[in-house]
């Protein structure tokens, strides 16, 4: 107990109130109002309408949401594994190999998403490996940027589990791979799992790579939302925004519910 | 007593060396498995920005030289957008550890009902994109925004006209994102605090203040530093923010990397900016790494 006092205290959470719901509850609910508004220019809406959602989720918008859909799960698909293969194999590997490995995928965190994008375009517009101008470019772009998470979360993973249940199933007889995939993957579901989700959000919000390289054909959601609100179309903006943000929870959640019936498997065995 | 007591731990070590040596012997063979991901790593990630350097000293008529460089940092776009990034970084990251201190010293030390919902939802908004923020503010505070449609009705005149368009707003809506990758690591920090400590201190006689001081400032410190290090990092990256609320004189380096590589295709002068922008990050990276491992922040909470 900091502040003892009865009057005292009700003075404190004025004061969290007072900075709490301007600062993020304002901004959420705001989104939520817009994406009903039929026409605002006071300060409620005067209309409600649901033509936005509707909109949102036809058309090219309904494009763009297929293409972040399958954009984050192949991007993130991509850092998972690898990220996932090169935390393990960092683990074994000599010190200076370690370190290189972690600087290295620690990295991207501190570059600018802009810049990524700027890389692949100069890397990748001519040369043997032409991807500009293609759905991959889009998907590089997000798996180097959201590999790194991948990489520091089953890290971290890595660090909490017993690595002696490993050298006890190698000395029991069992093959290298049959000890990665029975005893060392098993072990890291839940952080592998967690990496996914954070990379799948991530990937789903991303803008700033994007923006630089995404071809016309290959328009993900928060581009789409750009191009609307750079035209004024706000309101339209805002529910093509709320789809978003659901259709993210829903990836979420299935992955969740992935992740619950392969441990039900695992405890049934 | 002792050959009992020593007997189990050698049999397990008798059981684990085989294992051990094999693992010591494969040695040249493990460093292997580690090269698929960092090739992999090499040619998507640094031959990128290895080009993007040297890209920046190779210009538009193919003539290696300095003089693209020389241009952009004599340009008074660049010196604007880098005074513009600096600026807001800095007041971001000072907003976010002032409020997010504040939030998380409340909802850890003067817990109220629902202060778990609270905590949730400071969660959620790590996960949500930033724009998000950004878009919500020209409904909030734009010219026709609810704040100025508000003011207006209770006869105050329209106060906001053209504060969406400032730096300030900007630094607003950073602050509102980025302040709960301060609270996070400040969450846990406050967790391992000992209650009793806060009770004794105030038997004492030492007033909320004090307590806060000499009790809670030294065990914040590290998460502190650690979380305002990040979000440092972060806001001097942030594109989705400042593109999206598109303020004219609001332009930072992030932006002008748009402007230049993916507007008008001058892609010299965009690998100049992104050069620096790198290296301004990169610095506060090494800064930021060096804190987290000096502090253990790791443990506070933060991944990355």
């Not at chain 1, 590089?140 to 002696?164: C, I």
Request: net charge positive; glycine share 8%; with cysteine.
């Amino acid at each position: 107990m900091l502040v003892w006092s009865r009057s005292g205290r009700a003075l404190v959470w004025a004061l969290f109130a007072l900075v709490f719901a301007p600062l993020v509850l304002a901004p959420l609910a705001i989104l939520g109002i817009a994406a009903f508004a039929g026409d605002w220019n006071s300060v409620l809406p005067a209309s409600w309408t649901s033509e936005n959602i509707r909109e949102a989720t036809a058309g090219t918008n309904h494009d763009s949401l297929v293409v972040s859909i399958e954009t984050a799960l192949g991007a993130s698909l991509i850092a998972i594994v690898v990220g996932t293969w090169a935390a393990i194999a960092a683990r074994t590997a000599p010190r200076w190999l370690r370190r290189l490995t972690d600087a290295v995928f620690h990295l991207p965190v501190a570059v600018p998403s802009v810049v990524v994008g700027l890389g692949m375009l100069v890397a990748f517009s001519d040369g043997p490996i032409l991807l500009n101008g293609t759905k991959w470019i889009v998907i590089a772009a997000h798996a180097v940027l959201v590999v790194t998470f991948a990489y520091s979360t089953v890290s971290a993973g890595l660090d909490r589990t017993d690595a002696a249940f490993a050298d006890v199933a190698a000395s029991l007889g069992a093959s290298a791979a049959r000890v990665l995939l029975r005893v060392r993957l098993p072990m890291l579901l839940p952080s592998i799992t967690a990496a996914a989700s954070l990379a799948i959000a991530l990937s789903m919000g991303e803008v700033g790579a994007t923006i630089m390289v995404y071809p016309a054909e290959w328009r993900t959601l928060p581009v789409s939302v750009f191009t609307l609100t750079d035209r004024g179309k706000v309101l339209l903006g805002s529910a093509v925004t709320v789809v978003l943000l659901v259709a993210t929870l829903v990836v979420l959640t299935i992955v969740g519910l992935l992740k619950g019936r392969v441990e039900e498997r695992k405890r049934r065995r | 007593m002792s050959a009992t007591l020593t007997e189990p731990t050698s049999a397990a070590e008798s059981i684990l060396a085989p294992a051990r040596a094999s693992k010591a012997r494969g040695g040249a063979s493990r460093a292997l498995w580690v090269l698929p991901p960092l090739v992999l790593a090499a040619g998507f990630f640094l031959y990128p920005l290895a080009l993007v350097v040297k890209q920046s000293f190779v210009d538009k008529n193919e003539r290696v030289g300095l003089d693209v460089w020389r241009d952009v940092l004599n340009s008074p776009s660049f010196g604007d957008a880098l005074w513009n990034t600096v600026k807001i970084a800095v007041l971001s990251t000072l907003g976010c550890l002032v409020v997010g201190f504040f939030l998380a010293l409340v909802l850890s030390f003067v817990p109220f009902p629902g202060a778990r919902a609270v905590g949730r939802i400071v969660d959620t908004v790590l996960a949500f994109p930033s724009f998000l923020i950004a878009l919500a503010f020209t409904f909030l505070y734009g010219t026709a925004g609810v704040v100025n449609a508000a003011a207006d009705k209770l006869g105050l005149g329209e106060p906001l006209v053209g504060f969406l368009y400032s730096p300030w707003c900007v630094v607003l809506a950073e602050i509102t994102f980025y302040t709960p990758f301060v609270m996070r690591p400040l969450l846990a920090a406050f967790a391992l605090v000992p209650r009793d400590r806060l009770d004794v201190a105030a038997s004492l006689g030492a007033g909320p203040l004090r307590v806060i001081g000499q009790v809670l400032l030294p065990e914040a410190w590290p998460a502190l530093a650690a979380g305002g290090s990040l979000t440092l990092l972060l806001t001097l990256n942030e594109f989705g923010i400042v593109l999206f609320i598109g303020a004219k004189d609001v332009t930072t380096l992030p932006m002008l990397v748009h402007a230049k590589g993916a507007v008008t295709f001058d892609y010299p002068g965009a690998c100049v900016v992104a050069v620096v922008e790198v290296a301004l990050s990169l610095t506060l990276y090494a800064v930021y790494r060096f804190v987290f491992s000096r502090t253990g922040a790791g443990r506070a909470g933060l991944v990355a």
